[in-house]
């Protein structure tokens, strides 16, 4: 949990906190010379050097965290676009290696208290924690694209696991939670993610980059969408345990403890607990509450909420961009195929 991340002592904690404000103060002056999304976004967004767009405390973060964070050898990455079911990915992770112990840890905690994001609850607020001394495996997650992680992370050989979601879905899922803090006019939102500016956007190079990481390195990057994991979350888990070396034993499974993952982690049965109905998560500078996160989760929603066109477009565009990558797409995911 992000409570478990170790301090300094008082002297030097003051020393490390002035030198990390300098450090996190010289990001910042260049951050600021970096381009900005156009203003009809309606959020303020700054562009990362390799391309993508994010907060401009967010972009200030992934900097701190490529110079900074060394990953190592025993470490798994969680790592999502936005809205693609980093929740339930969480939760299942964290199930897998906290066996025995999980329902009344995610009975007691949001998943984003237990697994926090590194560039929203880590590497924030001018702090560069010391995680060397976190228990292996160290469990982190975020939303960076693959060409902005640390070096370490694809040197050390540690694991990666990657979930990907239809981008209708996603989108309509961002759009939803984007909405809570400020009206978005749908048209407008969907015209600014098919131009590729959206959080740690373009989806397309987001998803392409660790898809063509985990053909290179299939022991290394494992690669679900939320769509299979929708359809068979019992061999996905199960999938996901054995990647990242906590398979379950025959013992295990005659006893049933893989499916009681399942089923604590479902969306319903998160999303009913009092943690998540009205508890809160701090996240930066500010204080969320957990309900947030939670809203249907169901594959296909985009159809409530998009036109036919803009569903075409959307999917002419995954075509396109998909094409000769080998990256095969869920039969519910496009009306097309990708090639």
């Known amino acids: 949990m992000a409570s478990s991340i170790p301090l300094s002592s008082a002297p030097e904690a003051a020393d490390e906190a002035t030198t990390h ?16 999304a156009p203003r009809s976004i309606g959020f303020a967004y700054s562009r990362h050097p390799d391309g993508w767009y994010t907060f401009p405390e967010g972009v200030v973060s992934a900097m701190v965290i490529k110079s900074h964070l060394t990953a190592c050898s025993t470490d798994v990455f969680i790592v999502t676009f936005p809205k693609s079911g980093t929740t339930w990915l969480k939760a299942l992770l964290y199930s897998i290696f906290h066996r025995g112990a999980e329902e009344l840890a995610i009975a007691a905690h949001s998943p984003h208290q237990l697994v926090p994001f ?59 939670f984007l909405n809570r803090f400020r009206p978005w006019d749908i048209d407008e939102a969907h015209r600014h993610f098919c131009d590729g500016v959206s959080l740690f956007g373009p989806y397309w190079e987001h998803v392409l980059g660790y898809w063509r990481w985990h053909v290179e390195r299939p022991s290394q990057v494992l690669f679900l969408t939320y769509e299979e994991l929708a359809a068979d979350t019992l ?16 013992e295990e499974q005659e006893a049933g403890a893989d499916w009681k993952i399942v089923e604590a982690c479902a969306m319903e049965s998160l999303s009913g607990l009092e943690v998540n109905r009205s508890g809160t998560v701090d996240m930066a ?33 995954t075509n396109i961009k998909f094409k000769g990558s080998g990256l095969l797409l869920h039969p519910q995911f496009l009306q097309g195929k990708s090639e």
């Not at 960076?144 to 050989?157: E, K, N, T, W």
């Not at 990666?160 to 309509?172: E, G, H, I, S, T």
Request: hydrophobic fraction near 40%; aromatic fraction near 10%.
């Open 21 to 36: 404000k300098e450090i996190y103060d010289q990001l910042r002056q260049v951050m600021e010379t970096f381009p900005t």
């Open 118 to 176: 590194l560039e929203n609850q880590v590497f924030i607020n001018d702090r560069i924690p010391d995680l060397s001394s976190l228990p292996a495996p160290r469990l982190l997650m975020t939303h960076i694209p693959s060409q902005s992680l640390p070096d370490s992370v694809a040197a050390s050989g540690c694991k990666v696991v990657y979930l990907c979601r239809d981008p209708k879905d996603c989108f309509v899922s961002l759009w939803h």
């Open 235 to 250: 061999g996905q888990l199960r999938r996901l345990a054995e990647f990242v070396g906590r398979p379950f034993t025959v």
């Open 285 to 317: 500078d500010k204080t969320y509450a957990n309900n947030i996160f939670f809203r249907r989760g169901v594959v296909g929603d985009w159809r409530n909420h998009l036109t036919p066109e803009m569903a075409r477009r959307i999917d002419e565009i």
